[in-house]
């Protein structure tokens, strides 16, 4: 049974500002308000590493994740600003995409929190802010080679494409305004 203590109703709390915020982004077609909800999950999430022990993570997350939503904010007013007069454009196989993230949320649901809580008698799973280590322990684990390097580098080959194909799409903007 789930102990009512103040971990868990600040989890739960966190729980509905992170579900709440991602509503929020999937349904609005405003992109300011959606970088707005995103920004409010992204604090739920915080607040996980703060419930985790983990307050140099909390800061990271706070710091760059919710710093660059407010680039985001930035990108989405420039690149948009032209695009403001399309009228609405709705698209016929929305039911597809409700039924993949379902499986997905299945999948993600029998692959992580079934072997996380299904097994075992309830004293024997571990906490999860016993294995959270400090500032050292996680730049080791990003740069050692059995680690998280290859994630690590991945993710900012991703982020460096998606900002060549930023300043693309804006080039391409400004010289069709031209």
Known sequence: MIELNAQTIAFAILSALILGGGLG???????????????????????????????????????????????????????????????????RQWWISAITVVLLFLLLA???????WGRGAPGDVTTLSATVGGAVEL????????????PFEVASILLTAAMIGAIVVARDEEDGQA
């Open 110 to 116: 029998v692959g992580i929190i079934l072997p996380v």
């Open 139 to 150: 730049g080791e684990a990003l740069v050692a080679g059995d680690g998280f390097v290859l």
């Open 25 to 91: 982004v999937v349904t609005t077609r405003n992109l300011v308000h959606g970088a707005l909800w995103l920004i409010l999950s992204l604090l739920g999430v915080a607040g996980y590493f703060v419930l985790l022990s983990a307050p140099f993570l909390a800061a990271v997350q706070v710091l760059v994740y919710i710093g660059a939503i407010a680039i985001l904010i930035v990108f989405a007013v420039m690149l948009t600003r032209s695009m403001t007069s399309l009228g609405e454009v709705r698209n």
